[in-house]
């Protein structure tokens, strides 16, 4: 069983920055692959990035490459997505999220491990 607990989450104003982290608790091996998504009323659950558990691997959803960054620190359990450059649009409760995948990609879908979510405001 794997734990995650978000935080980092909160109200900024556009160009911003912004760090969260996800804490990540229980058995992970170097076939999970740990991820980030957001959710509106608007557009639902979308993935924003994702990055293996035991290598260098990362995707990124379209509109925040260049701009968002996600990086783990396997000694401290810790996912990170850090994010710059921030705009209204970006607005929306993150979620980090894992799963196990033996592929090399870094999947987009099908996560079976989920946090709680933080809240993220962006202001224009």
């Known amino acids: 069983q794997v734990q995650l607990v978000e935080s980092g989450g909160g109200l900024v104003q556009a160009g911003d920055s912004l760090r969260l982290s996800c804490e990540v608790s229980?058995?992970?091996?170097?076939?999970?692959?740990m991820g980030w998504f957001r959710q509106t009323p608007e557009k639902g659950r979308e993935f924003v990035a994702g990055?293996?558990?035991?290598?260098?691997?990362?995707t990124y959803e379209d509109s925040v490459k260049g701009r968002f960054t996600i990086s783990r620190d396997n000694a401290k359990n810790t996912v990170y997505l850090q994010m710059i450059s921030l705009k209204p649009e970006d607005t929306a409760v993150y979620y980090c999220?894992?799963?196990?995948?033996?592929?090399?990609?870094?999947?987009?879908?099908?996560?079976?491990?989920w946090g709680q979510g933080t809240r993220v405001t962006v202001s224009s």
């Open positions: 990055i293996r558990w035991g290598a260098l691997t990362t």
């Open positions: 999220a894992a799963r196990v995948s033996r592929s090399l990609a870094v999947p987009t879908t099908g996560y079976d491990y």
């Open positions: 229980g058995r992970i091996f170097s076939t999970y692959v």
